[in-house]
């Protein structure tokens, strides 16, 4: 599996859902807002390998999009092309 970046992961809008709804759940236990930030952190580190485990096509569309979006702003640039 390639390796994905954080911020690849904050791109998809199923796993800011996952950790908006952890946020909310560790939010209740703690008695006040954890904040984005932390949330985003701690499901990352604990729960983003399993997520990903159970979604596998997930993983691989994130490296995808990601590889799309590069060779797009690429090819705008002008400095590589296909034709």
Do not use: C, V
């Not at 703690?30 to 993983?59: C, M, V």
């Amino acid at each position: 599996m390639a390796s994905i970046t954080r911020s690849e992961l904050l791109k998809d809008k199923d796993i800011l859902n996952e950790i908006n709804r952890y946020k909310w759940i560790e939010s209740e236990k703690a008695g006040s807002d954890i904040g984005f930030e932390r949330a985003s952190r701690e499901w990352i580190n604990i729960h983003s390998k399993q997520y990903l485990t159970q979604h596998p096509g997930k993983s691989t569309g994130l490296w995808i999009k990601s590889f799309l979006d590069l060779s797009g702003a690429i090819s705008s640039s002008g400095r590589a092309s296909d034709s």
